[in-house]
């Protein structure tokens, strides 16, 4: 079966981290990219970060870009993104999904399974 599921999410003050974890299973090979995305109440989802298995190509939205880190764990199928200087916002639900392909996108129509999303709250 596949499943993306995400995990790490919580409510963190302004300048605080969160780990986000991605969790991948049973995909073939041919899946390689996994993209990070966020939702907003009443906002569109918008890409955040994407990595791709078979290179170190990664790839940032504007807005996070020397605060948010992400990386792999091939053994493990994991992906995550490391979050610092979290601003309010960053208040989201951040989704997982995966891309067959090769290319590191940032567009949501190129990635066709998603995880459930899970709730990043950055307040004071």
């Known amino acids: 079966q596949l499943q993306v599921v995400e995990s790490g999410g919580g409510l963190v003050q302004p300048g605080g981290s969160l780990r986000l974890s991605c969790a991948a299973s049973g995909f073939t090979s041919d899946y390689r990219v996994i993209g990070w995305f966020r939702q907003a109440p009443g906002k569109e989802r918008e890409g955040v970060s994407c990595?791709?298995?078979?290179?170190?190509?990664?790839n940032y939205a504007d807005s996070v870009k020397g605060r948010f880190t992400i990386s792999r764990d091939n053994a493990k199928n994991t992906v995550f993104l490391q979050m610092d200087n979290l601003k309010p916002e960053d208040t989201a639900v951040y989704y997982c999904?995966?891309?067959?392909?090769?290319?590191?996108?940032?567009?949501?129509?190129?990635?066709?399974?998603w995880g459930q999303g899970t709730q990043v709250t950055v307040s004071s």
């Open positions: 990595i791709s298995s078979s290179d170190d190509i990664t």
């Open positions: 999904a995966v891309d067959r392909g090769y290319l590191c996108s940032l567009s949501l129509y190129e990635y066709g399974y």
